[in-house]
């Protein structure tokens, strides 16, 4: 296996970054192919606790490259923050960390404009404030800055004015913001961008080479595929393309083939933010789920809403990305609890539906639950209580994939792998 693609299979906040973490051990490259800022992948190494934002999960490692390709709109501000932090951990070089001179810019305007909007919005969305939303919008409409226009002063000040053609509008009659001069804001990102200049380079070539070499190449993705601005739950979704199809368009595979595609899922289910949410708990047994999981947003800090396991999701988001195997994350959270649901399928208008495909208003769903026998497992071995193969397995029979990691904890220690990758 020589590429491998991890991928939430839910709504986010899966746990991908504890898995990038430990399989970025296997790995040549590590590369993030979509998102930005608005990510928050947690490792914990020992007594040590790393939240990334924009730097891959494989930085850690010092015997990977960590890429940033040119599908991530990339905040220059907070990237050299976070590398700070990250740098008292572990040294960081310019050979082992890449940015895709591609990649878009996220500038002040688009993190001013994205707050403005959700405060003046009667429909909030939910969105973190970080200006992911206009950043990919400048993408899409062809005005954005890019990361190699932060090393020409000259081009960038062309560009910011392509950009602010009409935010400026916004800005003045319709929002009433107070923003910094296009020389005030060229003047900053040129020289964030002498600062950015040595990790900056061609990542699409770069990794064209790496699969020349044979080199193993592991992709990660932020958010999850119900977030996906295609695939997820419309409108309450996220501005990039969060499932596999994001890494040939975020990143590129020149051969190809994306051989593993790993879906991570907790053994429940969480959603921050706005949006519809099926099988969401109002009894205290939610409560209690939410408080044993430490279920707040790493990015946001927001609570983050739970429920039962959301099967017909979770097929959903398998067939939307071919996943070929799953990791299932904190299932620790479950063990020990006084009742064990699963929800099998929906009822929406009368008709029973087992997968959520595109258009099924989730608004309307009601969730059909099957009661399991709760387990009690401690993960000390391998071996697992009756009733928690028969969770695992009822998961599998549903998704018609294999679950190939079991992640009982935080930390790097406590998971147990079913399956090989990256042999």
Known sequence: ??????????????????????????????????????????????????????????????????????????????????????????????ERLKISLNATVITTYHKILDAAREGASQNKIG???????????????????????LLDMNQLKRKLQISMEEKSYLFKEVYKCEVPSIEEEAQKLFELGKKLA?????????????????????????QGILLDIDYGSYPYVTSSSTSAAGVFTGAGIPSGVLEEKLG?????????????????????????????????????????????????????????????????????VLSGLDELKVCYAYKVDGKTYDCAFPGLDLEKAQPLY???SPFKDDFKNESYSRELTDYIELIEKAVSIPVGIVAFGPERSQIHFRKEYFQ
């Open 1 to 94: 296996m020589k590429s491998l693609a991890i991928i939430g299979a839910q709504w986010g906040d899966e746990g991908k970054g504890k898995i990038t973490d430990l399989l970025g051990e296997k790995a040549d490259f590590v590369v993030r192919y979509q998102g930005g800022n608005n990510a928050g992948h947690t490792i914990i190494v020992g007594e040590d606790k790393i939240v990334l934002h924009q730097l891959p999960s494989g930085i850690l490692r010092q015997s990977c490259t960590s890429v940033i390709a040119h599908g991530v709109v990339f905040e220059p501000v907070a990237f050299l923050e976070e590398l700070a932090k990250v740098e008292k951990k572990v040294s960081v070089s310019p």
């Open 198 to 222: 040595p990790f900056i380079t061609d990542t699409f070539g770069l990794l064209d080479q790496a699969f020349q070499d044979n080199k193993k190449v592991l992709f990660e993705g932020a």
């Open 370 to 372: 099957k009661d399991l």
């Open 264 to 332: 991570i899922a907790k053994a429940y289910t969480t959603r921050v933010g706005e949006g519809p949410m099926p099988t969401e708990i109002t009894e205290p047994i939610g409560d209690e789920i939410q408080k044993i999981g430490h279920e707040f947003g790493a990015t946001t800090g927001r609570r983050r809403r739970c429920g039962w396991l959301d099967l017909p999701s979770l097929k959903y988001a398998v067939k939307a990305s071919s996943l070929t195997s799953l990791a299932l994350t904190k299932v620790d």
């Open 127 to 149: 969105t973190t404030g970080k200006g992911i939303g206009p950043a990919y919008e400048d993408k899409t409409s062809r005005r954005a800055v890019k990361v190699q226009d």
